[in-house]
């Protein structure tokens, strides 16, 4: 099951398939507007797994389990609505448990070289209420 979601994986990255112009880019900023709230320990299962590829950025479906802040279990969801388990050995850069700030991951270095991060949809806050502007006479 692992060497078929690899493969599975690699084929839709080289043919780029799933590349999604900036989707984690699009994202990212969206959480800077408007913040997010608090990650709970728990298990995650609306989140999007952005991949980082020398193509470009590709976003998945997948859940994750939460422990004392840390990710501990990452899944990647197929089309048919199941969830795989990426069970490679996965850390941040100081190779420890990657942390949450904002409702995203740090990057996540996976052991085959992938690099990923986790974005907590879900908990992305509103948008702000906005004022409705006058509409002025065309005879002004």
Do not use: W
């Not at 990657?98 to 992305?124: H, T, W």
């Not at 509103?126 to 004022?131: D, H, I, L, S, V």
């Amino acid at each position: 099951m692992k060497k078929t979601l690899l493969v599975t994986l690699s084929f839709f990255t080289l043919n780029g398939l799933f590349a999604q112009d900036g989707c984690f880019d699009r994202l990212q900023k969206a959480f800077e507007k408007r913040g997010a709230y608090t990650i709970s320990d728990d298990m995650h299962r609306n989140v999007i797994l952005s991949f980082f590829t020398p193509d470009g950025q590709e976003c998945l479906n997948g859940k994750v389990r939460v422990e004392n802040g840390f990710i501990t279990s990452i899944f990647i969801q197929y089309n048919e609505g199941d969830y795989e388990l990426l069970d490679r050995k996965f850390t941040n850069a100081q190779k420890t448990p990657p942390k949450i700030s904002n409702g995203i991951s740090e990057m996540i270095y996976v052991a085959d070289g992938q690099k990923i991060r986790v974005v907590f949809i879900d908990k992305l806050k509103p948008k702000a209420r906005e004022y409705k502007t006058a509409d002025l006479p065309t005879d002004l």
